[in-house]
């Protein structure tokens, strides 16, 4: 149970299309990095390992392999400087963390696929058999 002032306060500051994404999906985090009076995108790449807290305070973690080693980052879900997050791959788990991938190397890594990705916003509709037309 949140307090109704401390949720009206932090909803001035959450994202006003939320982030949907879920745990063991491969994504490209495009975050905005500033150097000197320069701004860029960097991109970081790989699998999110947990999903934590709520409203304001929520934040997930990215882990991927680089030259061998893992390189894990924590971003805030409702940051300014989080500018898309990219789903490349959706994965089938049954763990809210997946913190055994840090123990595993290679082809031990790799998660079951999961759903199909469908870009459209609009769900799938199945056609009943009964309307669908017959083939002759």
């Given amino acids: 149970m949140r307090n109704s002032l401390i949720s009206h306060v932090e909803s001035k500051h959450l994202r006003a299309t939320p982030i949907a994404f879920d745990i063991g999906d491969l994504v490209d985090v495009h975050c905005k990095i500033v150097e000197g009076d320069k701004e860029r995108v960097q991109v ?3 699998t999110i390992i947990s999903r934590k807290g709520e409203g304001i305070n929520s934040s997930f973690t990215v ?8 390189v894990e980052r924590i971003f805030p879900t409702n940051s300014p400087k989080i500018e898309k997050l990219d789903i490349r791959r959706s994965s089938k788990v049954r ?14 890594t790799r998660l079951k696929e999961g759903a199909p990705i469908v870009p459209s916003d609009t769900p799938a509709v199945a056609v009943p058999a009964a309307e669908a037309p017959a083939a002759s």
């Fill in 63 to 70: 882990r991927r392999i680089v030259n061998n080693e893992g």
């Fill in 44 to 46: 970081f790449s790989g």
């Fill in 95 to 108: 763990r809210a963390k997946l913190y055994y991938l840090r123990d595993l190397t290679g082809k031990a």
